[in-house]
């Protein structure tokens, strides 16, 4: 079954971090990149960082940079968006996705599969 499955979301403070997993089981193998994306309440859906199959190529939106960093354990089949220094304009409901198109970015529409989202809250 096809599944990305998130975890790590939750309520921090400012300033604080936290560490989201995407667990990727069940596709079919060719996908070249994962990446993460966040929505606030009325607005579009944003690529933060994305993170090619084999890990050599990652990109990451300009408010992502020097804060946050994607990672993957391919062993594991999960990939990983640490975030440090939270701002309450982080806060969001975060999805990863896998892409099957070439080159990887940071679009939203380029993403073939979803996984259900987890929530961020960083308080003030």
């Known amino acids: 079954q096809e599944q990305l499955v998130e975890s790590g979301g939750g309520l921090v403070q400012l300033g604080g971090s936290l560490r989201l997993s995407c667990e990727v089981s069940?596709?079919?193998?060719?996908?070249?990149?994962i990446g993460w994306f966040r929505q606030a309440p009325g607005k579009e859906r944003e690529g933060i960082a994305c993170?090619?199959?084999?890990?050599?190529?990652?990109d990451y939106v300009d408010s992502a940079k020097d804060r946050f960093t994607i990672s993957r354990d391919i062993a594991k089949n999960t990939v990983y968006l640490q975030m440090n220094s939270l701002m309450p304009e982080d806060t969001a409901v975060y999805y990863c996705?896998?892409?099957?198109?070439?080159?990887?970015?940071?679009?939203?529409?380029?993403?073939?599969?979803w996984g259900q989202g987890t929530q961020v809250t960083v308080s003030s």
């Open positions: 996705a896998i892409t099957y198109s070439l080159p990887i970015g940071l679009t939203p529409r380029l993403y073939d599969y």
């Open positions: 069940g596709f079919t193998p060719g996908y070249h990149g």
């Open positions: 993170i090619s199959t084999s890990g050599t190529t990652t």
